[in-house]
């Protein structure tokens, strides 16, 4: 009797099993989006502070909130914080966290979570440049970065759910650059009980939570029901090294999304790929240029630069090199971002006349010296820095070094030529893209004197007045990208920067995707609980 007892249950189990899964609705379960990150074996790290790379930086954007993040059409928008309010002299900042606002264990998210992460982001010892860089205008930010303070005197708890933020002077991209990686939430609790390890496997503040973390494989990430706006849908970010192969895995159907980092989509790929439904295409907040260093022979040399950078053919360069995957630019802020629309004379493709330049510097092809021309090794930089050197050596006579480095390294020597020019390197080709969209971050940010981004030390007295003005410009934006249009036209006639082209973002997505936003800025989820899979 009781084996057949134990039979007949079996048997009910199996028959309501099976009625459970008819009456359950296809889709139901929790889906998956598989997101490629090109250009990387792994993530660095998972705390916000030491991220340094766009693929740091949008794991950090799905796992970590801050007190506001940007929505689809790149304006500022609550997210932790519920409201703020600001001071009559626009020095003080006052925000309200939500009510319940929580991480991904249920504990509350509180004010002194926010000061300590802010603090967090600003310390030497933490490591990472990014908060020392963008959260400098907060009160007391620079006792706490060279080492001096260990509490942020701007950043004040006034209660649980009330944090107030003094800054140093008005600034009309404060709360902007608020959204960036470096203002994440951290759990301060988790953070002092395990300094070492929290980090590995967060507690997290923003949409998603670590699910698993394979090394260099991929990071799964499960929604935290604990956001205010908590997702149904899990995402798996993946590592390709090779946007080739991260082409193809989507072509197969193994992937999502594919391109979402510079490059994502190969060049030779693009026409093939522009055929699909899938496929999406805008120019990239950023631009690919060469920097001189401003310090030392030939390139202390204004007129010595405009030879340079009048030597370029940036449309070849956009139209048949990479074959019209770019923008030729000859301007430093790319398309879309404010003041972008506002003329600047650039420096067009002129062989006669930077041979004349080069001549007023007083230079010939034989008494120049060596030059070096040092890039990173990713994409079609090789590519691009050959037929930069081709342009100089047929235009001027002068026969340029290439110096590949590996990315870290690259970067380690950028940071060196900061600190100490007169040992740096000559010249570079970089990119800089927008960590939040305004013009400051261009302008300001990359070619003030002294600023830390400066690395080739392009300094002028009347371009950095014009951008003083403007950084401080609350509420005239007109008169505001004014200033920042008349600085930039003076960095470009001196070149600051060479500027070559905006980057096309070249993206596709699975058409079944929902809830995604695709701008300049890249892809932007403006509601979390909208991300969808349809079938």
Do not use: C, M
């Given at each position: 009797m009781k084996?057949?007892h134990?039979l007949?249950?079996t048997?009910?189990?199996?028959l309501l099993?099976?009625?459970?899964m008819a009456?359950t609705?296809?889709?139901?379960?929790?889906?998956?989006?598989?997101?490629?990150l090109?250009g990387i074996?792994?993530?660095v790290?998972l705390d916000?502070a030491?991220?340094?790379?766009?693929?740091?930086?949008?794991?950090?954007g799905?796992?970590?909130?801050?007190?506001?993040?940007?929505?689809g059409?790149?304006?500022v928008?609550?997210?932790?914080?519920?409201s703020?309010?600001t001071?009559e002299?626009g020095?003080?900042?006052?925000f309200t966290?939500?009510?319940?606002?929580a991480?991904?264990?249920g504990s509350?998210i509180t004010?002194?979570?926010v000061?300590?992460?802010?603090?967090?982001?600003l310390?030497?010892?933490?490591g990472?440049w990014?908060?020392?860089?963008y959260l400098?205008?907060?009160a007391?930010?620079?006792a706490?970065?060279d080492?001096?303070?260990?509490?942020?005197?701007g950043?004040v708890a006034?209660?649980e759910?009330?944090v107030q933020?003094?800054i140093?002077?008005?600034?009309?991209?404060?709360l902007?650059?608020?959204t960036f990686g470096?203002?994440k939430?951290?759990?301060?609790?988790q953070?002092e009980?395990?300094p070492?390890g929290?980090e590995?496997a967060?507690?997290?503040?923003?949409?998603?939570?670590v699910?698993?973390?394979?090394r260099g494989?991929?990071i799964?990430l499960a929604?935290n029901?604990?956001?205010?706006?908590?997702p149904?849908v899990?995402?798996a970010?993946?590592f390709?090294?090779?946007?080739?192969t991260?082409?193809q895995?989507y072509?197969?159907?193994e992937?999502d999304?594919?391109?979402?980092q510079q490059?994502g989509?190969?060049?030779?790929h693009?026409?093939?790929a522009s055929?699909l439904p899938?496929f999406?295409?805008?120019s990239l907040f950023?631009?690919?240029y060469v920097?001189?260093?401003n310090?030392?022979?030939?390139f202390?040399d204004?007129?010595?630069?405009?030879a340079?950078?009048?030597a370029v053919?940036k449309?070849?360069l956009?139209?048949?090199?990479l074959?019209?995957?770019?923008?030729?630019s000859?301007?430093?802020?790319?398309?879309g971002?404010?003041?972008?629309?506002?003329?600047?004379?650039g420096?067009s493709?002129?062989?006669?006349?930077a041979?004349a330049?080069?001549?007023?510097a007083?230079?010939?092809?034989e008494?120049i010296?060596?030059?070096?021309?040092?890039?990173?090794?990713?994409?079609?930089?090789?590519?691009i820095?050959?037929?930069?050197?081709s342009?100089w050596?047929?235009?001027?006579?002068?026969?340029?070094?290439?110096?590949?480095?590996?990315?870290?390294t690259f970067?380690a020597?950028?940071?060196?030529?900061?600190?100490?020019p007169e040992?740096g390197l000559?010249?570079y080709?970089?990119i800089?893209g927008?960590d939040?969209?305004?013009?400051?971050?261009?302008?300001s940010q990359q070619?003030?004197t002294?600023?830390?981004?400066?690395?080739?030390h392009?300094?002028?007295a009347?371009f950095?007045a014009?951008?003083d003005?403007a950084?401080v410009?609350?509420?005239?934006v007109?008169?505001?990208?004014?200033?920042?249009?008349?600085?930039?036209?003076i960095a470009?006639s001196?070149?600051g920067?060479?500027p070559?082209?905006n980057?096309?973002l070249?993206?596709l997505v699975?058409p079944?995707v929902?809830g995604?936003?695709?701008?300049?800025?890249?892809l932007i989820?403006?509601d979390f609980?909208?991300?969808?899979?349809?079938?």
């Open positions: 084996t057949k134990t007949h249950l048997l009910l189990s199996v099993l099976l009625l459970s009456l609705p296809v889709g139901a379960q929790e889906a998956t989006l598989r997101w490629s090109e074996n792994d993530l790290s916000p030491k991220a340094s790379d766009s693929q740091g930086f949008t794991a950090i799905l796992l970590y909130g801050g007190l506001v993040r940007l929505d059409d790149l304006r928008i609550p997210d932790v914080a519920e703020w309010t001071s002299d020095l003080s900042y006052t966290l939500r009510e319940g606002a991480f991904s264990d509350p004010a002194a979570d000061v300590w992460s802010l603090t967090h982001a310390d030497p010892n933490t990472g990014t908060g020392p860089f400098s205008n907060i007391g930010a620079s706490v970065a080492g001096s303070a260990s509490d942020l005197s950043a006034v209660d759910r009330t933020l003094t140093n002077q008005p600034s009309a991209y404060f902007s650059q608020l470096s203002a939430i951290i759990s301060k609790a953070a009980a395990d070492t929290w590995l967060p507690l997290t503040s923003g949409a998603y939570q699910q698993e973390w394979n494989q991929n799964v929604p029901t604990y956001y205010w706006q908590a149904s899990s995402i970010l993946s390709n090294p090779d946007s080739e991260a082409y895995l072509r197969t159907g992937l999304i594919v391109g979402s490059n989509i190969p060049p030779a693009v026409a093939e055929a899938d999406q295409s805008t950023a631009v690919r920097g001189f260093n310090t030392i022979p030939p202390n204004v007129n010595v630069r405009r340079f950078a009048l053919d449309a070849t956009a139209n048949d090199v074959q019209g995957t770019v923008v030729a000859d301007r430093i802020l790319p398309l971002i404010p003041a972008s629309e506002l003329p600047v004379e420096l493709y002129d062989p006669e006349a041979r330049a080069l001549a007023e007083g230079v010939t092809p008494s010296g060596p030059v070096t021309l040092t890039y990173g090794v990713e994409g079609d930089n090789e590519r820095v050959t037929v930069l050197q342009f050596q047929e235009n001027l006579g002068i026969t340029v070094t290439l110096e590949p480095l590996e990315l870290t970067s020597r950028l940071n060196e030529t900061f600190e100490n040992a000559q010249a080709y970089s800089w927008a939040y969209p305004d013009p400051q971050n261009f302008i070619l003030r002294g600023v830390g981004n400066n690395n080739g392009y300094s002028n009347e950095d014009l951008v003005q950084d410009l609350v509420g005239d007109e008169n505001r990208l004014g200033l920042y249009n008349q600085a930039e036209q470009v001196e070149v920067w060479l070559l082209y980057p096309r070249n993206i699975n079944n929902q995604i936003v695709f701008n300049g800025q890249g989820i403006p609980s909208a991300l969808a899979i349809g079938s």
